[in-house]
């Protein structure tokens, strides 16, 4: 079993990109799969571009929304990059 | 997109009895349009599938068309036609998925189902595949009452190849199929036992290969979403585009 931690550099998995529809939103084009982004998704998809570790991105999520509750930030952007992780949408080194 | 009927041997071909001549096949410009309106109505995807899609001669030509609207394209095979110089046009021209079936863990086995001295070239092929940039992998291992006891090596097969997605798919009792359907059948022992050997695999590669698995039609409560649920939201193109169920994304 591979998770996430905090030093992790998650980027797109292999296969996977990130395309704007017509109605300006962006959907996750997947092998055999598509995910709609919406809300803060793509914001987080964006930055996950194999440089920045998760810990940046939380301090980027941070900086975008100071008056949101860290820790929910934290636990939903962590959950959320699991969830891609499971199903090979994110990989990281 | 069914782009042909042309062989895949199998005794579990889920292609019907009577297939489609090549003469009827769909010209390029026609599925150039298909492609075109398709995208235009607000698809995203394209499945080419067959048959072999590998038995057209344009199959390059038609990835690259899919590819120039944006839609991504996925390629099923078989693997017995393609080739390291077939497989590099065909990421050249933008393929952004292939998946390619193994009938068993083990060589004899494997070339037994298959009818053909076919595995050890497939193997070859998993190689090269994997060692491409960018292009997503799918191993997929069909199973059955004369494969399903021997899971636990086929998987260990897949992973060994280096897969993102690996696809246990038992198979779907359809044409060629169906006609075998009392040969092929597992029993509910093997089926259960093929579960916890997959709840295992699945536990011990999570975040690292994605394992999807396909029940067998007559043991579900329910028939089962095709392609668990994803075909909800897609529609299927038959050689003569005749056949529909309908979608869309909208």
Redesign the interface.
Same mark, same amino acid.
């Given at each position: 079993?591979?998770?996430?931690s905090h030093a992790s550099h998650p980027r797109l998995?292999?296969?996977?990109?990130v395309?704007k529809v017509e109605n300006g939103d962006s959907?996750l084009?997947l092998?055999?799969?598509?995910m709609r982004l919406k809300g803060t998704a793509a914001e987080i998809i964006r930055l996950c571009n194999g440089e920045r570790t998760v810990a940046d991105i939380l301090r980027a999520m941070r900086a975008l929304y100071p008056s949101s509750d860290l820790q929910r930030i934290e636990q939903e952007i962590g959950s959320f990059l699991?969830r891609l992780?499971?199903?090979?949408a994110v990989d990281f080194q | 997109m069914e782009v042909t009927h042309r062989p895949r041997h199998c005794v579990y071909c889920s292609n019907p009895l009577e297939l489609k001549a090549r003469a009827e096949e769909l010209p390029t410009e026609t599925w150039a349009r298909v492609f075109e309106e398709g995208a235009e109505l607000g698809m995203?995807?394209v499945?080419f599938t067959g048959g072999e899609p590998l038995a057209r001669n344009d199959l390059v030509r038609l990835v690259s068309l899919a590819h120039s609207l !944006?839609l991504?394209t996925?390629l099923i095979i078989s693997g017995i036609a393609l080739n390291e110089k077939k497989l590099t046009a065909l990421i050249e021209v933008g393929l952004?998925?292939l998946?390619m079936s193994f009938q068993d863990g083990e060589e004899r086995f494997a070339d037994w189902i298959a009818g053909a001295p076919v595995h050890a070239r497939k193997l070859a092929l998993a190689g090269l595949i994997c060692e491409s940039s960018?292009?997503?992998?799918?191993v997929n291992l069909v199973v059955h009452r004369h494969n399903l006891d021997r899971l636990d090596s086929m998987i260990s097969l897949a992973e060994s190849l280096g897969p993102? !997605?690996i696809e246990i798919a038992n198979v779907q009792y359809y044409g060629w199929a169906l006609k075998n359907r009392e040969w092929l059948l597992p029993t509910r022992e093997q089926l259960k036992q093929s579960l916890a050997v997959i709840e295992q695999a699945q536990? !011990?590669?999570?975040?690292?290969?994605?394992i999807d698995f396909v029940t067998p039609d007559y043991y579900a409560t329910f028939p089962k979403p095709w392609?668990a649920g994803?075909d909800a939201?897609s529609c299927s193109c038959i050689l003569r585009a005749a056949s529909c169920p309908v979608m869309l994304?909208q």
């Open positions: 079993m591979k998770a996430l998995g292999i296969g996977c990109r395309r959907i084009l092998p055999e799969g598509i699991n992780l499971e199903r090979r | 995203f995807h499945h !944006r991504y996925n952004d998925h998946q960018g292009l997503a992998f799918t993102q !997605r536990e !011990r590669l999570q975040g690292q290969i994605k392609m994803w939201s994304l």
